[in-house]
Every structure is written in C-alpha cells, then in structure tokens.
C-alpha cells in the first residue's frame, strides 16, 4: 500500500538515464538495458585481487547516475544498483565468499554526505544474495579524491595506508568478497586487498558497479 503511494507521488524513473519507468520496467529502462551492456571479463588485473567482475562501463549514462548518486543525494539508487549487481554476481559465478564486505568511506566524508555510498549498495547486495555484510575495513583518514590523480602511482601512494582491519579474526583464513562502487585504475580496491591479505584473508575478489573503460595495465 505505501510503496503504491510512494509511485503514485514519485513514479519511478530509469536510474541510468532517468526517463519515467513503464508498468512493465524495473530499475532500468529496457532501451538502458540494450544500450549499456554489462562487462564480459576486466581488461586488466588489479594487484592483490584474485578476480574481480564489474557490472558496466564508467561512461555516459552510468557515469552520470553514479554521480548523482555520490554527489546529488539520489541515495534511493543504492536499491536499483544493489538489485543489478547481485544478479550479475550470480551470473558471472562469484559465490565463492566466506565474508561479504565493502570499502569504506571516511568517517568525516560518512558525516558529510550523510551516508556511505558503497555501504548502501553492499547492503542491497547483501540482502538479496542472503548474505550477511560484515564491515572489515575502515578508512582511518581522510585522502584527497583519486580523480585528482591520474598517475597509477599516485592514486596508490594517496590511498596506501588509508585503511585498516577492523578485527582480524574476521578476516582469517577467509575467501573475501570486496564491493566497491568505481575502479578506475584500481588502487583502492588494491590497497584494501592488500590490507586484507595480510590480515590473513586466504583470497580477494572484488566487484564494483562500473570500471573504467581504459586498459590499465596496473
Ligand atoms: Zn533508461
């Protein structure tokens, strides 16, 4: 009954290129749905990850939602997201997890934006794969926005350092699921995974909503 309110008061849109939803549509457009394609396989590897899998491309339309996402306060996204990354998880074959987990923001950033984005989406994710998201990480400084780096080395010497293990009996020993929103060049999917690595985490995989396009060798 509420969310038939809800609809009537807000109809849904299309969260990618924010055209109004049909009966018939879910989340996404069915025109969104065959111009955005979901990634086949990563063109490049990120160090200390065992594997990772991406939904699409950081480009056009979903570059533009994942930003009002971030920076327009459309956390409502976090739903749509969660629900479309799931799915591809279960296509692509990543269950193979001990322990679901994601990267986090900083605490002051938290504060600011008034949610994680990341953690919003992990938690959608979680519920529909009927896992339990289990925070390991925390940022425990804040670090400039890697889009202000475009040098690999650079955006790894920003985010080195930048995380910690929550606890380590979390993470022992365990196969870790990583979620994260963007990777670009994947420096801070790595450096979480390095982090957890030595913590003791047996193995990393990694999955974002969207990477970059570029093939980045690093
Ligand atoms: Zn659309």
Redesign the pocket.
């Known amino acids: 009954m509420f969310s038939r309110l809800m609809d009537l008061l807000f109809p849904p849109k299309?969260v990618?290129?924010q055209?109004l939803l049909s009966r018939e549509e879910t989340d996404?457009?069915h025109?969104?749905r065959q111009v955005t394609p979901e990634i086949e396989k990563p063109k490049f590897r990120l160090s200390f990850v065992a594997g990772w899998t991406s939904l699409w491309y950081y480009k056009d339309d979903v570059r533009a939602s994942l930003l009002r996402f971030k920076f327009g306060r459309k956390r409502c996204y976090a739903l749509s997201y969660g629900r479309a990354l799931a799915m591809h998880l279960q296509q692509k074959g990543f269950d193979k997890y001990d322990v679901l987990t994601y990267v986090p923001v900083a605490p002051m950033r938290k504060f600011r934006r008034s949610y994680d984005q990341v953690e919003l989406i992990a938690r959608v994710v979680a519920k529909e794969l009927d896992a339990r998201l289990v925070p390991t990480l925390r940022k425990t400084r804040n670090t400039p926005p890697q889009s202000g780096f475009k040098d690999v080395s650079q955006r790894r010497a920003n985010v080195l350092g930048a995380y910690r293990i929550k606890d380590t009996d979390l993470v022992r020993g365990k196969q870790i699921l990583l979620l994260d929103d963007v990777i670009t060049t994947g420096a801070t999917a790595s450096e979480c995974a390095r982090v957890l690595l030595v913590a003791g985490a047996k193995e990393v995989y990694c999955a974002a909503m969207a990477a970059a396009h570029q093939d980045k060798n690093k």
């Open positions: 299309c990618l290129c055209k996404i457009c025109h969104c």
